[in-house]
Nanobody, 127 residues
Framework: EVQLVESGGGLVQAGGSLRLSCAAS????????IGWFRQAPGKEREGVSC????????YYADSVKGRFTISFDSAKNRVYLQMNSLKPEDTAVYYC????????????????????WGQGTQVTVSS
């Protein structure tokens, strides 16, 4: 069974940091693009970051550039999202997703391009 599981969410004060983890079972991340998305209450799901193989690329939403870093640990089959300098507006449920393709430009933002989704982990940033 293919499954993605996020972890690492929680409650943090503004300016703090969290590291989210996305673990896969049933498949390996090789040859997949892995994206992080988030959805705040009453808002649409939006792209946060993506790491894409073939060729290797990373993408970030403008709102998180310089604060968030995506990384891939092939040995553990995990993708991480290091989130620093968190702001209250970063509060959302964060999801990881896997796509059996590479991306270019802004195509990584297309939710429908992703084949598998996790259940999400809540991140709450207090002011």
């Amino acid at each position: 069974e293919v499954q993605l599981v996020e972890s690492g969410g929680g409650l943090v004060q503004a300016g703090g940091s969290l590291r989210l983890s996305c673990a896969a079972s049933g498949f390996t991340f090789d040859n997949y693009a892995i994206g992080w998305f988030r959805q705040a209450p009453g808002k649409e799901r939006e792209g946060v970051s993506c790491t894409s193989s073939g060729p290797f690329s990373t993408y970030y939403a403008d709102s998180v550039k310089g604060r968030f870093t995506i990384s891939f640990d092939s040995a553990k089959n995990r993708v991480y999202l290091q989130m620093n300098s968190l702001k209250p507006e970063d509060t959302a449920v964060y999801y990881c997703a896997a796509a059996r393709r590479g991306f270019y430009g802004t195509t990584w933002l297309r939710l429908w391009e992703y084949d598998y989704w996790g259940q999400g982990t809540q991140v709450t940033v207090s002011s």
